[in-house]
């Protein structure tokens, strides 16, 4: 009778599977290392790619799946996360990930414009529209540390609330009546006193207006309406009804709406005008008391409309790929997660597009990829943080023959060369290993030499089928 998984584990003083999980942000291991480890990611790109602060400097990382890009995503996120509660002066984190939305919104209104003579693809969806979509994840990040009470709103200048305000009209996300509930809960830190109570009467300042004959007011209401028309007509990456933006829009004066020039048509493909808005919400961001703005973009291939498809995941990051606004701002920096089709794009970009993005400029790291040794380490340390006693190491050839040399061990992880095949190969390995084991004694369990050849005979064609699964070849 062969002996269970658990057993060979507790033979090993394990309470746990190291691995078991393949995906990062399901590995409660992997949490638990990286909150013991102080926060560091053993990979030789980790520094490159995080920056002091953490997230200073936009990096763009190139790697296959399975490689470890949202392992480092998450060390970089608990970092930040970390960092902030140590630190007055904090530093936000927009995650833009979620593209399907955005996506979908912005095909929605290209369909609806009949104007066109052509299907909207995702080579119109322009740097314009990813500053709109990034300003949307970046008020809801902001918006979410006010309302945890984080931040005061108390430091911005009049004219920084109004910058606020009008940003949170055009890009604050969810049902029309989520901007009130949002300025009612910050009626006392952004309004003066009164001025919410006259929000939301346009109609009924029009009629006083009306009846006195007064033209000022019918005036003012028009022009409420038509910067509200401009904004939903213009940002084409959500839809809003421009009522609700009107009503959203009455907070501010008039004559600061006047200066932004926000009220003609053509600004949806301007991209001076959303450089300005991210200006602008940088500008109340470090008011606030943060050091620095990381985004960070991931999952370009899962979109539906992209689907993995590496010409269209080309078609939709090129815009962003660019230096004015990679370099914008000191305090603004970009951490990218791509998938490593995208690389060739870079090699191969022409000199016109090379000279806008400016790779030279930015951190850019390929191949992402792992060496034996580091993966023996990491295997070793999720061994040794699933012991009773994690305080002691606890290296990973304990788990195989006494007699199996360490070279054969480490030439196979050079072979397997990311965590996940590893993590993979391993369980197999232990898996194997209980089903052709008897008993165990007081002695733990080892895997055999017989087992770990067998096992490693079939990784080749494994990591050939991966590949050919997620439509790529192996590195």
Known sequence: MSITMSQFLK????????????????????????????????????????????GRGTSMIFGVKGSGKSALRLALEKNIAHFNREHSERILLISYDDFNS??????????????????????????????????????????????????????????????????????????????????????????????????????????????????????????????ARAAAREILVRSRNPKDIKRALHAIPSGYLQDQDVKRRGWRDDDDV???????????????????IVVVMDKVDEPSLINGARERMEDFVWPLWNNRILQLHPNLSFK??????????????????????????????????????????????RLRICRVDPSRPYPLNNLFDEAMPMREILAVLDRLRQPRFVMNYLYRLIAETCAQTDSVDDRPARIPREVFYQITATIGEDIKQYYQTLGESPE
């Open 11 to 54: 033979s090993h003083g394990l309470q746990r599977n190291p691995f078991i999980e393949e995906e990062a942000q399901n590995d409660k291991v992997f949490e638990d290392l990286v909150n013991e480890a102080g926060y560091a990611f053993n990979h030789q790109a980790w520094d490159k790619f995080f920056g002091e602060p953490p």
């Open 102 to 227: 955005f996506l979908e919104a912005f095909k929605r209104r290209g369909d609806q414009d009949r104007k066109r003579e052509t299907a909207i693809t995702l080579k119109d969806f322009g740097l314009a529209q990813h500053l709109d979509a990034i300003l949307v994840c970046g008020m809801e990040a902001l918006l979410k540390e006010v309302g945890d009470e984080s931040i005061a709103l108390n430091p911005l200048e009049t004219y920084q609330r109004h910058d606020l305000m009008m940003l949170m009209a055009f890009y604050l996300s969810g049902p029309p009546d989520r901007y009130h509930r949002v300025m009612n809960d910050l009626r006392g830190q952004l309004l003066p006193r009164g001025l919410m109570e006259r929000m939301g009467s346009g109609t009924k300042a029009a009629f006083v207006g009306l009846s006195t004959l007064g033209i000022a007011p019918i005036l003012r209401q028009g022009f409420y309406g038509a910067v």
């Open 274 to 292: 959303r450089r300005l808005f991210v200006t602008k919400f940088i500008d109340v961001v470090m008011t606030l008391g943060y050091r620095q």
């Open 336 to 381: 990218m997660l791509l998938p490593r089709q995208l690389y060739e794009a870079v090699r191969k970009a022409g000199s016109e597009k090379a000279n806008e993005a400016r790779f030279d400029k930015q951190k850019i790291i390929y191949p992402f990829r792992w060496g034996d040794k580091q993966l023996y380490d990491m295997m070793s340390d």
